[in-house]
């Protein structure tokens, strides 16, 4: 009935929530396609109303957030060691310009002011000549979002980070690149 529901509606990853030994037993009887694509376990009574499942399920997909954005940091750390990848602002800003981003990653909060060219759309720390075409460019005063939406609109992936001290060493923003 679940591998049948799950076809019907799919899901990205799934909490099993219940009574313990209910919840291991219910686990082993699932499809592997499904058990693969469980998160974790939560011990909830079962006759929990939705709102307790709910704020139950919530706060596991916090964590599960929280462990998807640390795993990226990690890529993102190795990538700046084999050139895969660049961090800090002004390298990060750089590879934008050049296309070669595939995934922004910036910590949540993290604003600063910067220059923008309303001209080319090039995007930069200095001001206040445009280095690619030449044109005065705009004092902005969060180069960040400027960075992230130019990053949405080039259709590249972007990753809010949330308390990454890890990211925040390597300068509260980098990317992976594409090449
Ligand atoms: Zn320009």
Redesign the pocket.
């Known amino acids: 009935m679940t591998f049948a529901e799950l076809q019907r509606r799919p899901v990205d990853h799934l909490i099993l929530g219940g009574p313990h030994e209910i919840v291991v037993e219910f686990e082993g009887l699932l499809h592997p396609w499904i058990r693969e694509r469980v998160v974790d376990r939560l011990a909830i009574s079962a006759t929990a109303g939705p709102e307790e499942v709910r704020q139950a399920a919530l706060c596991v997909e916090a964590g599960v957030a929280r462990r998807n954005e640390a795993a990226l940091v990690g890529r993102l750390r190795d990538a700046v060691g084999t050139g895969a990848g660049v961090a800090g602002l002004e390298p990060t800003l750089a590879a934008m310009v050049e296309r070669r981003v595939d995934v922004l990653l910036v910590s949540e909060g993290y604003a600063t002011e910067g220059w923008r ?1 309303r ?2 759309r ?1 995007v930069g720390p200095l001001g206040r000549r ?1 280095p ?4 005065a ?1 705009d004092l902005v005063d969060d180069v960040v979002e400027e960075a992230v939406e130019e990053a949405l609109a080039n259709k590249c992936r972007v990753q809010m980070v949330r308390g990454s001290a890890d990211l925040d060493v390597l300068g509260r923003i980098g990317a992976l690149l594409r090449f």
């Not at 690619?132 to 044109?135: F, L, N």
């Open positions: 060219c001209s080319c090039y445009c690619v075409c030449g044109k460019m």
